[in-house]
């Protein structure tokens, strides 16, 4: 869509300015009701039956023991599944309750309600579940070689994505190869899984929960309920965080059945164990690369293979694999590419999305690669990346000439003039070294090294799917003030859209009381907040709307005014002639009117990828970010200390620059983790680290001061020439980090994230 | 609906483990009292029992300081004690730190740092950022970093979580608050 009209952009607490969060005030009271704070009267609370075992045949589930337990008012298994015993993102593969087969330790067997949380947990504890266990398939390569036993119909390959881009068999003088492995990462938000189901007189459900997309929730807790859309009704409760974890469904459809079933509220939480079984997490990933280069290190080809492992069900694992391919080659102008990745299925824990969504695993690989180029070139990494950077009108792998600014070699150019921090000097105090004060040594085996790294991601929905989001604006006067409302099913995880909302409406509108309504499937789908592209897609639609009604309001003012309408515009509360000035307050103007528009609005559409050559113009935005990093590594005891992550990213426009600040700060530090800390260890299929004691994220200690440049290079295609923000922070940091290890100690470091024996090789 | 619990669940049934216990305390600043398993925990005490959900459970293992509340002036992990050992103490959460309907300062702060994202941490960064002023150890960034590293936020909004406690020390609290 392309707006002729002019914007007031420089309205109070508009676009490009940072008013304090709506929501704000609540947070900090602790007023704010996430949805594990939600109560019911006369709730009863939902717990899970998990599958201990990664892989096996169920022989037989006995409930007796459990129903028999005073205070259990219902034991259910998947016989109680009214509709579809099947769910998934992209393929309806998962069950709600496993049926005969169990494919990942954590996988729900049965569902219990009972009148408190421990006597849930008790009942649980005595349902009698009959297990043949078989051996698990872990191996992504031998799921691709067609190896192993079929976990699902059709094989163990969930998705193949080729490449063929310029010549196959070209040669070049410069080729480095490598095989790099990224760990299985975890969305590790700090609100666990929760909502409250309240069963409703029409028969149907209500359903407040903390989730990414509320109708494609509704869309399968319908199919498996067996019920029609309208008494399946879904609410946003508080969210603490998501990160992509809340994607597919976790306590939704089973609290749902649990309420249905007793006819009363039924309350679901997961401890943080369950949390790490509950929801999926980033694809772990084996990647080999081959790039060819002249001798002044201009690419020639590269070549990928990429394995991704999906775990047992398939969740985003096809659009996951897309992103990996598209991305393979990086943010590079490449004549020659042959990639393919293959997304597979394996009794690991299911993967799907979090944050960077398959342009992370990429990144580390041909980031890793371009480090190396630069060896084999003699050439600074800077300038092995500057004679290779793509920019607008570049060709990609995937044969889409990108359309708006691709300002690599400015991020890079900005990076490398940031200054520098001080050498440590001087007696070291403790806290400075890594580890902090519970370093043994005095110092003496620290050793810097400085890293770069670049990333592309991909904004908004790929492939062809039919992105939308809906949204509605109201204009009236309340109380003697003109007064917005702004409706949308997008939602808020934190990353402060009701803010950027209110904004968007104080800009077209000029109108500063905003409310913004519940965010609930009353209205038409915002789509997922994923992908970076709230701020573009309900962002879009929510100015689409407001424009709407401007248009409309500006109609109302000439015929009051009996003045020519072209001339007139709304701002600052008053509607205003070009010629004339002011001419009457708005609040005058709307008397008892009321204008309500509900739009539905799209990107440009994408095209699906040619099956054989990858070839189609897949992606609708792209983004950029460029990090550097200074790390200090101990390597006798094999500790380190990120000193410093600077950062430089193009948003392509601010709408406000304090939350964009914040995204770029909170990626950087999800990279962060996945370069030194964060993995998910599993041990043929069985997790062996579900605890913040085992599975550590970044503390406010570990976080290094960032030095941040954002860049505003308008997309004349996106509102206001926006370009997502969330995700390429996460991206390019990873291998940043990684870089400035293998500078400081020489190691290859293949493998994220880096752990003290990768350091110390023992 | 609604988020505050009008009447306690039931305790569970048939566990011959089960031993009550009452447990009087002061709860930001109004005497409470609380008759629970032996093995409650003051955090599930605030939140199920008596409705105080502002203090969060984020790992219910002392990992993560979403529970951080006040014991007689001190920060503890509200999951890590018991609701028992609270008898006849003085416990403040996040929704007692207001007076007369004035946030305190730090949550004003965090608001205007814009100290958070989702917003799941910090009832319990506040609760630790009060009480390091109080420790005297909000002197100097690396303080305060050192210090508040028991408070996980995964959103990562760190710089703004010290910002916001440099702009109150500076300001010098407010010690009526304090």
Redesign the interface.
Known sequence: MTTTESTDVTAAQGIGT?P??P???M????????S???????ML?GATLRSPHPYAHITGIDISAALA???VYAVLTHTDVPGVNRYGLEHPDQPVLAEDVVRYQGEPVAIVAA??P??AR?AVAKIDVGYEVLEPVTDSEAAVAGEGPELHPGGNVVRHVPIRFGEQDVTADVVVTGRYEVGMQD??????ESG?A?PAEDGGVDL?VATQWLHVDQQQIVAALGLPKDKVRLTLGG?????GGREDLSIQVHACLLALHTGKPVKM?Y??EESFYGHVHRHPATLYYEHGADRDGRLVYVRARMYLDGGAYASTTGAVSGNAATLGVGPYSVPNVTIDCWGTYSNNPPCGAMRGFGAVQAAFAYESQMDRLARACGLDPVEVRLRNAMSEGTRLPTGQVVDSAAPVDELLTRLRAMPLPADRSGEPDL?HLPG??SNTTHGEGVVRGVGYAVGIKNICFSEGFDDYSTARVRLEALGGEPAATVQTAACE????LVTILQQIIRTELGVEQVTTLPMDTSIGSAGSSSASRQSYMTGGAVRAAALEVRAALVEHAARILGHDRGDLSVGGGKVVSRTDGVLADLVDVLGDAAFDRTVEWRHRPTESLDPETGQGNAHVQYGFAAHRAVVDVDTELGLLKVVALDCVQDVGKALNP??VL?QI??G???GLGLAVMEEIQTEGGVIRNP???DYL?????D?P??RIEVLELADPHAPYGLRGVGEPPTISSTPAIVAAIRAATGLALDRVPVRPEHLTGT | ???????P???????PGAAEITTAFTVNGTPRTVGADTRVTLLDAL?DRL???????????G??G?CTVHVDGRRVLACLMLAAQCDGREVT???G??REGR?HPM??A???H?G????????GQ?MSAVALLREGRAGTD?DI??F???????????????AAIKDVAREGGDHAHL
Not at chain 1, 27 to 34: L, P
Not at chain 2, 9 to 15: C, L, V
Not at chain 2, 148 to 162: H, K, T, W
């Open positions: 940072s304090v969060r929501d704000g005030t947070k900090v009271r602790g007023e704010f009701a996430y594990s704070d939600l109560w019911h009267e006369d609370w337990l005073p205070g009148d408190h421990e006597t008790r969305q590790a938000f700090l609100g666990p409250l309240v407040f969210v603490g965080g998501a990160f939480v401890n943080r806290r902090g004060v995880v934190g990353q402060g304090q939350a914040g700060q909170g950087s530090a999800q605890s913040f004691t994220i970044p503390t406010v200690l976080m001061p960032m | 609906m609604t988020s505050t619990p009008d009447v669940p039931a305790p569970p049934q048939s566990d939140r409705g105080l959900t502002g203090t969060k459970k984020g790992c219910d293992q990992a993560c979403a959460t996040i929704e730190l207001s946030p949550q004003d965090f608001v205007r814009d958070f994202q989702c917003g799941y941490c910090t009832p506040i690396e970093r050192e508040m590293s028991g408070n996980l936020c995964r959103c990562a909004a760190y710089p703004n979580v010290v």
